[in-house]
């Protein structure tokens, strides 16, 4: 059984930095695809950066170059480091997992911008 929880959110001004991380029980790397995904207030969730098992990665076009997704197999972790924070990086963060046609939440972490 997969279970996700998320910590590392919370306040930071505008430019700065905030790594968030999930810890991954009954993950199976060579499998899994792993994900960040996001929900601001009134808007849909949307997809932040993933991991295929292989280890390649792919970053929504609004967070290239600022936020880097990693993970360590030995601590079953996954992590969303994110630098250069925006106002509008303003949201829930998620962590996913996609087995096959199965996917997997955690609870989610709030990040707050401020300007």
């Known amino acids: 059984q997969v279970q996700l929880v998320e910590s590392g959110g919370g306040s930071v001004q505008a430019g700065g930095s905030l790594r968030l991380s999930c810890a991954a029980s009954?993950?199976?790397?060579?499998?899994?695809?792993v994900a960040w995904y996001r929900q601001a207030p009134g808007a849909q969730r949307e997809l932040v950066a993933f991991?295929?098992?292989?280890?390649?990665?792919n970053y929504a076009d609004s967070v290239k170059g600022r936020f880097t997704i990693s993970r360590d197999s030995a601590r079953n972790t996954v992590y969303l480091q994110m630098n250069s924070l925006k106002p509008e990086d303003t949201a829930v963060y998620y962590c996913n997992i996609r087995r096959f046609t199965s996917d997997y939440w955690g609870q989610g972490t709030q990040v707050t911008v401020s300007s």
């Open positions: 991991m295929v098992s292989r280890g390649s990665t």
């Open positions: 009954g993950i199976i790397w060579v499998v899994d695809t």
